[in-house]
């Protein structure tokens, strides 16, 4: 039955995309529906999902990364009547294969197996693969380097991934394949048709450089097995992520580096992936630690995480890496270096989860200001106070000091009674001031502050200070409060 | 009649050994830490006990702040723990914002809810680790998560927690979204080890059920969890200690100086102990919770001093 997907655009509906049948009986896609149904009234129509469309050659390109890391769907905007397609860059994989015409035929024999009908073309540039793969009309076209001219030459000047409009006005000046373009001055080309006529014909002759973004960042670290039979049960794929793992250890070593972020690629059968990622607080490059982090992420997915009819194949990333000094092990047993791999694990857990910009610790910072007096960082990196004596500081600071209203016995003098939230206290006792002078060289307008301690008659104690000397206006403070 | 009765006896024992043995997961006989006053270890049938929750409630709002203190005395009294990891919740950039913007129009601002969040987990001292370093004052790897809600008083100060036996180098803050993930990172931390105990607050989230969960996990880990409870949150928990603290005047040094926090304890609940009151003052010295004579009696603290 013929089929077709439709579309709406300005004027009415129109066929996106039509199965071979339709095609058969002369449809295009692009036609208007009515124009079509009116010439094959069986015709079968669904609206076109393209972003779906979209999502799926996304995954596709994801189940591509077993043939080569580097793997791209084209960009939305050469996608053109239904059709579209991937990018590969096969440099040093086809022979993992056993050679390129093996290679493409078992992409697209796998491809076959999951129902989709493709054609292939392995060539030196970017623009003459696409050509061929779209337009040649063949399942497979490999070309070596010194054929690629005659290659593409028979091919329609919009096989050169041009706008409609550059194509059809060739097509009008007669100039209809790219053989005919190929003789032409370059210069007044470029002056009728702009840059980017040339650019495409230097790219599809391999003249120009052509770049694309892999879909997968690259990763300067990866390991990868392949299984002959699939698997499915944790200790399995845990086994495997250790043995990945493994795989990466000398390589990372021999740069001195530590894993800090890695990503699991776990291949179904079906075609689906599975992916994990975990973070670490420091470079790792111990398996079990890694292969730990892995365990409960996949313990937290537990009911989500679908192994469908089994895993094929997987992949770790180190998708970044740090500077890692080499540690040498200790001989002896050392129980604080075993709760300090415990912490570390346990900072890596909650901060994978968390985030580990959330997961903190405190850091002194060398200043006599108390508000500045530590800073918080990731909890990753050790921090040191000195075990010296330290003056007298509340447990709690409020986040910003809160003004109160205080009566004195004399000017200068501790507070006799204060007001603060609402609430009248009577000071049973004051101790201080502390005098902490303002940091000249960080801000200018802020005053001296002269701190006191001051004990209610029910022992609640604060830590109040006076901004500025009297007659300058001086104001009260509240800003700690101690236990 | 009196054979049903002997009956009755009989299966209620049968009942009660029967849910004695399916209470408790721990294979390990309950370890305690005195905390060396004859009088409140007798309460606490010998001490607090380690793998178990133990919940510390302000008699009123203006209280949290010393009840947070006598939290970490309790957490942080040097004869049970080395160890500590705790994690806490920083202000909100626009909370800070508000309130400086209101100080500066001299506002009275009013009193957010009571509610601090925190967890605190540092590993229990083990075997051998008695050493020159875990004798050393700061020695306590301690995790504290928080949600992100402002609490009252402030937030803990690290240099003011070296004054309760905390290292805060070794206090790892955890700031969480909500109370739901607090008590996650809590069990998590509990699961995972590494740390000597958790200090977390009690939030409004967690029922009987959560804090059951809790209490399993710690006695699984053998790691304490010291819960800080709002003064008005009456839920009934599975903590094995509950205690009640209200600030009391603080002991003076012979030159008439604040020498130690004090407080005045009510031990509300504890499992299979009895409850009672005292007035407690922490030596930050020794790192020990003593007990003192009597309110206000200044002398009794002179005559430690001197």
Redesign the interface.
């Known amino acids: 039955m013929p089929f077709a997907l439709v579309m709406m655009t300005t004027g009415g509906w129109h066929l996106a995309a039509v199965s071979p049948h339709a095609a058969a009986l002369g449809l295009n896609a692009g036609e208007l529906m009515a124009d079509a149904r009116a010439r094959v009234p069986s015709l079968q129509t669904r609206p076109a999902q393209p972003e779906k469309d979209r999502a799926a050659l996304t995954k596709l390109a994801r189940w591509c990364t077993r043939f080569s890391p580097y793997v791209a769907p084209w960009p939305e905007a050469d996608e053109r009547a239904g059709s579209s397609g991937l990018t590969l860059d096969i440099t040093a994989c086809d022979h993992l294969f056993g050679g390129e015409a093996s290679m493409l035929h078992a992409v697209i024999a796998n491809l076959s197996r999951l129902g989709f009908t493709a054609r292939g073309a392995i060539a030196g540039s970017i623009g003459a693969a696409h050509a061929l793969a779209k337009h040649s009309g063949q399942a497979e076209t490999i070309v070596p380097d010194d054929k690629l001219a005659d290659a593409i030459s028979p091919l329609p000047v919009s096989a050169l991934r041009i706008p409609d409009k550059t194509a059809v006005t060739l097509k009008h000046l007669g100039l209809k394949t790219i053989a005919h373009l190929l003789p032409l001055p370059r210069a007044p080309l470029a002056q009728r048709f702009g840059k980017l006529l040339n650019d495409r014909l230097d790219q599809a002759l391999g003249r120009a450089g052509e770049s694309f973004t892999p879909l997968l960042p690259h990763a300067p670290y990866r390991a990868r097995a392949v299984l002959a039979e699939p698997i499915s049960a944790q200790e399995h794929i845990l086994k495997l992520t250790n043995k990945l793992a493994a795989d990466l250890a000398p390589a990372l070593e021999r740069d001195g580096k530590g894993a800090r972020a890695l990503h699991l690629t776990l291949f179904r059968v079906d075609g689906e992936t599975a992916e994990l990622s975990i973070r670490l607080a420091r470079p790792s490059r111990d398996a079990n630690h890694i292969v730990k982090l892995f365990a409960l992420k996949l313990d937290a997915l537990a009911e989500d995480f679908d192994a469908g009819f089994g895993f094929e194949a997987a992949q770790l990333d180190v998708t970044e890496a740090d500077r890692m000094q080499p540690q040498q092990a200790a001989i002896a047993a050392d129980?604080?270096r075993d709760?300090?791999?415990?912490?570390?694990?346990?900072?890596d857990?909650?901060g994978s989860?968390?985030g580990l910009e959330?997961?903190?610790?405190?850091?002194?910072h060398n200043t006599h200001i108390?508000e500045r007096?530590?800073v918080?960082k990731p909890?990753a990196q050790?921090?040191?106070?000195d075990?010296g004596d330290?003056p007298?500081?509340?447990?709690?600071?409020?986040?910003?000091?809160?003004?109160a209203e205080v009566t004195a016995m004399v000017p200068e003098g501790p507070p006799r009674r204060f007001r603060w939230?609402?609430?009248q206290y009577e000071v049973?006792?004051a101790?201080g001031p502390e005098r902490i002078r303002p940091e000249w060289w960080r801000e200018r307008e802020s005053r001296v502050r002269d701190y006191y301690?001051v004990?209610d008659?029910?022992?609640?104690?604060f830590w109040l200070y006076r901004d500025g000397a009297y007659g300058e206006g001086a104001?009260w403070?509240v800003h700690?409060?101690?236990? | 009649m009196a054979e049903f009765a002997f009956a009755r006896q009989a299966r209620l024992e049968t009942l009660r050994r029967q849910i004695a043995g399916a209470a408790s997961f721990s294979v390990r006989p309950e370890e305690t830490a005195p905390l060396g006053i004859s009088e409140v270890d007798a309460c606490l049938n010998g001490g607090l006990v380690r793998g178990a929750l133990h919940e510390i409630a302000a008699a009123d709002h203006?209280?949290t702040?010393?009840a947070?203190?006598?939290l970490?005395?309790l957490a942080g009294a040097k004869s049970r723990s080395e160890?500590r990891?705790l994690?806490y919740p920083?202000?909100l950039a626009g909370?800070?914002a508000r309130?400086?913007a209101a100080?500066r129009k001299?506002?009275?601002?009013?009193?957010p809810s009571a509610s601090l969040h925190f967890v605190c987990?540092a590993?229990p001292p083990?075997a051998?680790?008695d050493n020159l370093?875990a004798r050393?004052?700061?020695q306590a790897?301690i995790?504290w998560?928080f949600t992100k809600t402002?609490?009252a008083?402030?937030?803990?100060?690290?240099?003011?927690?070296?004054?309760?036996g905390f290292?805060?180098?070794r206090?790892?803050?955890?700031?969480?979204?909500n109370a739901r993930?607090c008590l996650?990172?809590m069990e998590?931390?509990l699961r995972?080890?590494?740390?000597a105990a958790v200090i977390g607050a009690r939030v409004k989230a967690m029922d009987l059920t959560a804090s059951r969960r809790l209490q399993l996990a710690a006695e699984q880990a053998n790691t304490p969890v010291f819960l800080l409870r709002n003064y008005n949150d009456f839920a009934s928990s599975a903590a094995v200690t509950r205690w009640r603290i209200?600030?009391?005047?603080?002991a003076r040094d012979k030159f008439?100086?604040?020498k130690n926090?004090?407080?005045r304890v009510a031990l509300e609940y504890a499992r299979g102990g009895k409850t009672g009151e005292w007035i407690m003052d922490?030596d930050h010295d020794a790192l020990c919770l003593r007990l003192s004579s009597a309110l206000g009696d200044r002398a009794a603290g002179e005559n430690r001093a001197a």
């Not at chain 1, 700690?480 to 236990?483: D, F, P, R, S």
Request: glycine share 8%; net charge positive; charged share 20%.
């Open positions: 129980p604080q709760l300090d791999e415990k912490l570390s694990l346990l900072i857990h909650l989860r968390l959330n997961v903190l610790r405190a850091h002194p108390p007096a530590f918080m909890a050790p921090s040191a106070w075990e330290a007298m500081r509340p447990l709690l600071m409020l986040p910003c000091a809160e003004p939230r609402g609430v049973a006792s101790e301690t004990e008659e029910d022992g609640r104690r104001r403070f700690g409060v101690y236990a | 203006r209280s702040p010393a947070l203190g006598f970490l005395a160890k990891l994690s920083p202000p909370e800070v309130r400086a100080s001299g506002e009275r601002i009013n009193p987990l590993p083990q051998g680790e370093r050393s004052r700061f790897n995790l998560p402002a609490p008083f402030g937030l803990p100060y690290a240099p003011g927690l070296r004054f309760f290292d805060p180098a206090i790892v803050f955890v700031r969480c979204i993930e996650w990172a998590e931390g995972l080890g590494g740390i209200t600030h009391a005047p603080s008439g100086f604040y926090a004090r407080f922490w």
